[in-house]
């Protein structure tokens, strides 16, 4: 399976950024639908509310598939790969 990778640095509440990467099957390039897995995400870390545009995420890459994520992402449509100020 291959799957596309979105980078993505969102501003937090805190003035701080969060790095992380939206990683959806290639297939799916609605960036509506990448935004919203994103704002999805942010809620879970209580950063609801913050901008999730094409300024904060943008398609980086395409790369098979790593077992950690296959499972999440049939389950789920996505996997959010946390990098940098996601605690």
Not at 19 to 44: C, K, M, W
Not at 47 to 53: C, I, K
Request: hydrophobic share 35%.
């Amino acid at each position: 399976m291959e799957v596309a990778v979105w980078d993505t640095y969102v501003e937090k509440k805190d003035g701080t950024v969060m790095h992380f990467d939206i990683i959806a099957p290639s297939e799916q390039r609605d960036t509506l639908v990448i935004h919203n897995f994103g704002r999805d995400y942010l809620r879970l870390k209580g950063q609801e509310g913050q901008p999730l545009t094409a300024k904060e995420c943008r398609f980086c890459h395409v790369q098979e598939v790593r077992p950690q994520w296959q499972q999440e992402i049939l389950a789920k449509g996505y996997f959010i790969l946390e990098m940098e100020g996601c605690e």
